[in-house]
């Protein structure tokens, strides 16, 4: 069954445009780690949420999300992402991370 890996991030104030970059560079790294999924960037635009900032991520099931993850988590550029991501400079606090698979 599908397995969909959402991250959803709150921009620091003054960084929004920080954060939508952080995300795009990291969807083109994950594709170019494997292109075997989709990856998606969504931001709340109204309420109390506005400016929220997810990146979703759809794999073919679990055994893929596993085999991608370790390959992500060899590679230099992937990693790069991951230091921007959480580093002391981080343009954004994470909110949520979680894993959904789907149900018939």
Do not use: C
């Amino acid at each position: 069954m599908p397995l969909l890996s959402v991250k959803t991030f709150r921009p620091h104030p003054g960084k929004s445009d920080d954060t939508l970059q952080l995300v795009r560079d990291a969807r083109r790294e994950m594709l170019r780690v494997d292109p075997n999924r989709t990856v998606r960037i969504f931001q709340v635009q109204d309420g109390e949420r506005a400016g929220e900032v997810s990146i979703m991520i759809e794999y073919a099931d679990r055994d893929a999300f596993a085999r991608i993850r370790a390959k992500e988590q060899a590679d230099p550029g992937w990693q790069a992402i991951g230091e921007r991501a959480n580093g002391p400079d981080r343009p954004a606090e994470t909110l949520s991370y979680d894993q959904m698979t789907e149900i018939e």
